[in-house]
């Protein structure tokens, strides 16, 4: 935006409307967005969201990177819980190779999701609490968050930019103390969630702040592109992982929690039960996962394991051609999309048959969520923005990407 | 199922089609898209789940066939049915907005218009989503150099760049 676009008008010059700049650093951004609003006292007329500065080009360099070389830059969408997006991108890439990966691998990548989608939406709870001004909760669901990444960083070696899946599987397995510590997470989690539902829930000042704020229509909610919990929580049934099941969430029970209004609050309660419903997924997850291979024994697409590459000729031949050119692509073009913690992660990958993808297109889950925020927030108060921005959960790695 | 109730209902409308791994995709010449959006609502492809495009510059500017690619991805709620649409559009053309239709289309098509210079006609507030608005060129096209050319981008910038000097400090 210009300068000449956020100039005062002369009626805004009268004092009758002042313009105060929301971002492009501020607490409630999680990352760097802005929003111009325009208030009339403390009523919001006009909010104009303004993006792009974590743009870093993603699809442009994914069109000079090997399509392994991808996944790190996969980490930084929502960086709030990168593994989703590693198992979203590997998954594209899988589809568009017509493979299918091992069942141990498949069942971690379950479990590490929904480890993921718990942490996710613990930053995006707890932080919308603090917004707000309930600076408890967070704390209590913070610890939780805190021990998500340990697992992770057992399990991958990183804690936020995992890197962890690799087309056709996983880069390695879980280690033997992961599980324990797993279940030990899950009693603790639970707590905690029964925690700041008793913290939250009830409590008369949160109710008044959430209920009704942000309130939008089913039909609308879909007309605006909504997926995910903001669209569940307006009343529409769709997740993914039921509607169109990938890497065997159809063999899971789980429930999908459904609002009736769309608001915050319903929103808020959304994601209080799908951490519960996904604490239910990683223990049947835990309960099955059975030991066996963690990426598919193909060579073309996979690199054999380092101590063959040392010492057998045909895999070092095999580690040198993947690195050196790349997987052997089929030409064509696939969408593929996963149910990540905002809602439905599209990669849509365009192949010409070359070593690196010929366009990679990253579907962000919360760009058309966000795209309806003045329409959420106009006439409300400034306060219900920090509310309403919050909900929303807008992640500005994955919104500019 | 989709693309029998289009054929018959539009007969001639689909140039193109192919199935890969599952994705149905069909392609249609720019003035049947309007007509073809209105019988996609009708028939339950209500979620616009993305709009992008995609650059062949090395593809003839014939007729019909022109540089870009505009790809739609329709989800259907009801039976969870998936249609990718895909529209040539050559370099200068303008494609018709759907903003009247998908409120979705507004920032997806201003991304469209920013990355890859089409243009959409009709579209309420057609401005650059995610580069500013006297950036240079437009990034995602294949002749867009990947380091950005000049190396701060900014050839050409008024302010707040000072001149296209990089402000130091």
Redesign the interface.
């Known amino acids: 935006m210009t300068m000449d676009s956020i100039a005062l008008s002369r009626q805004q010059l009268d004092g009758d409307h002042m313009i105060v700049n929301f971002g492009p650093s501020h607490p409630t951004t999680h990352g760097t967005l802005r929003i111009v609003l325009e208030l009339e006292g403390e009523t919001i007329i006009r909010a104009t969201p303004e993006m792009g500065y974590l743009h870093r080009g993603v699809e442009k360099l994914g069109e000079s990177l090997s399509y392994q070389q991808f996944i790190p830059l996969t980490d930084r969408l929502n960086y709030c819980s990168s593994i989703m997006n590693n198992v979203g991108y590997a998954c594209a890439v899988e589809k568009l190779l017509g493979i299918e990966i091992p069942k141990r691998a498949q069942q971690i990548r379950v479990l590490v999701s929904e480890l993921a989608r718990i942490a996710d939406h613990i930053v995006c709870v707890g932080v919308n609490a603090v917004d707000i001004g309930a600076f408890t909760a967070f704390l209590y669901l913070f610890k939780q968050r805190e021990t998500v990444y340990d697992l992770f960083e057992m399990a991958a070696g990183q804690r936020l930019h995992t890197s962890f899946t690799r087309i056709g599987g996983l880069f390695r397995d879980i280690p033997p103390e992961f599980a324990p510590l797993t279940e030990r997470f899950l009693v603790e989690c639970e707590a905690a969630v029964d925690e700041c539902e008793r913290l939250l829930t009830h409590n008369p000042i949160w109710y008044d702040r959430t209920k009704g704020i942000g309130a939008i229509s089913p039909e609308d909610a879909v007309n605006s592109g909504y997926t995910g919990p903001c669209l569940r929580a307006a009343g529409v049934p769709q997740d993914l992982r039921k509607a169109q099941p990938y890497l065997g969430y159809e063999t899971y029970d789980f429930d999908i929690p459904v609002g009736t209004t769309g608001d915050v609050f319903d929103r808020y309660l959304v994601r209080i039960e799908e951490m519960r419903q996904s604490l239910r997924i990683i223990r049947q997850v835990l309960d099955r996962l059975e030991p066996g291979p963690v990426i598919v024994d193909d060579y073309k697409v996979a690199l054999p394991p380092k101590e063959k590459v040392y010492t057998r000729m045909e895999s070092l031949i095999h580690h040198f051609k993947l690195i050196m050119h790349g997987i052997d692509m089929p030409v064509g073009e696939i969408y593929s999309a996963t149910e990540a913690a905002n809602g439905e992660l599209g990669f849509y990958i365009v192949s010409d048959g070359g070593k690196n993808p010929y366009r990679i297109r990253v579907r962000p889950p919360c760009l058309p969520i966000f795209s309806s925020f003045e329409e959420q927030v106009k006439g409300c108060l400034i306060a219900d923005a920090v509310a309403v921005l919050g909900a929303m959960n807008v992640i500005a790695g994955e919104l500019d990407r | 199922m989709i693309i029998e109730h289009i054929d018959a209902q539009l007969p001639g409308a689909i140039t193109d089609r192919h199935d890969?791994?599952g994705?149905q995709?069909i392609v249609v010449a720019k003035g049947n898209l309007l007509a073809l959006v209105d019988l996609l609502h009708r028939e339950g492809f209500?979620?616009?789940?993305?709009i992008?495009a995609?650059?062949w510059p090395e593809r003839p500017g014939t007729q019909g066939v022109g540089r870009f690619d505009v790809?739609y991805?329709w989800l259907n709620?009801a039976s969870?049915e998936?249609l990718?649409v895909k529209v040539p559009v050559a370099d200068g053309e303008t494609m018709p907005t759907l903003t009247g239709r998908?409120?979705?289309a507004?920032?997806?098509e201003r991304?469209v218009f920013d990355?890859f210079g089409i243009r959409f006609e009709g579209h309420p507030n057609l401005?650059?989503?995610?580069?500013?608005?006297?950036f240079q060129g437009h990034?995602?096209r294949k002749d867009?150099p990947?380091d950005g050319g000049d190396p701060f981008c900014m050839e050409g910038c008024?302010?707040?760049y000072n001149n296209g000097e990089r402000a130091r400090g």
């Open positions: 890969f791994r994705d995709t209500q979620l616009l789940v993305d992008t995609v650059d790809v991805h709620l969870q998936r990718r998908f409120k979705t507004d920032w997806f991304e990355l401005k650059r989503l995610l580069t500013w608005d006297d990034a995602l867009f990947l008024t302010a707040p």
